[in-house]
């Protein structure tokens, strides 16, 4: 699996938009760029799946540029419920889907009032 | 429909001792993965379980095994518990071993004294 890059924290006020910038140079023809939230003592959930260009659903948006070397995690107008772990995971769906979800350190979100 | 239940929530274990986790997946769904979690490693792949056979492993000792069952539900077991097991043990469930997302269980946390 692709090896990931993020920021460790990020700081951000309610209303705020935020966006989370995931480096991932190695990327392969085949891998998918998935982005997990996390809140404390609790699993991962799942928030937006990509291949390329924009997605967009009723929780964020991701970006894709061209090269696929990095994507872009956007949360519009954050709440302070939005504070959590994002991770970001890159890999191969077609061969063996989620049985080795690797996922790095993530970015602590951290939403003031 | 019903989410990932995994019991117990909390368990405290001595040393020397062993330990069973379940975890019952979404309805439906057929591949069963374990994590690890603690605050130094992050989330480490454990196993992955589909169609009652394991199909991947992650790099822990042997003491760590699992099983799944044909309703799905899946075991975890962990021989002569350490202190170093104390950590957060995370069931993910997907519909197949190629599906876009895997949904957690809140967990179980174990505590080894």
């Known amino acids: 699996l692709a090896k990931t890059t993020q920021p460790i924290s990020m700081d951000s006020y309610e209303g705020q938009e935020v966006n989370i910038t995931c480096s991932h140079n190695n990327i392969a023809t085949n891998d998918y760029i998935t982005w997990y939230q996390q809140f404390p003592s609790q699993g991962p959930r799942f928030i937006i799946q990509?291949?390329?260009t924009k997605v967009t659903n009723e929780v964020a948006s991701l970006f894709i540029p061209a090269d696929r070397k990095s994507s872009t995690l956007s949360l519009p107008r954050v709440s302070l419920s939005d504070t959590a772990v994002y991770y970001c995971?890159?890999?191969?769906?077609?061969?063996?889907?989620?049985?080795?979800?690797?996922f790095g350190k993530g970015t602590m979100l951290l939403v003031s009032p | 429909k019903a989410g990932v239940t995994q019991t117990p929530r909390y368990l405290i274990k001595t040393r020397g001792q062993q330990v069973t986790l379940s975890c019952s997946p979404i309805?439906?769904?057929?591949?069963v993965s374990w994590y690890q979690q603690t605050p130094g490693q992050g989330l480490q792949f454990l196993f992955e379980y589909f169609s009652e056979t394991q199909r991947n492993k992650g790099n822990f000792p042997g003491r760590f095994s699992g099983r799944q069952f044909s309703n799905s539900r899946s075991e975890m077991n962990v021989s002569t518990l350490e202190l170093g097991d104390s950590a957060l043990y995370l069931c993910?469930?997907?519909?197949?071993?190629?599906?876009?997302?895997?949904?957690f269980g809140q967990g179980t946390r174990l505590t080894v004294v």
């Open positions: 990509g291949y390329k």
């Open positions: 309805s439906g769904h057929r591949s």
């Open positions: 993910a469930s997907s519909l197949n071993r190629v599906s876009t997302e895997a949904f």
């Open positions: 995971l890159v890999g191969d769906m077609t061969v063996g889907g989620y049985s080795t979800l690797t």
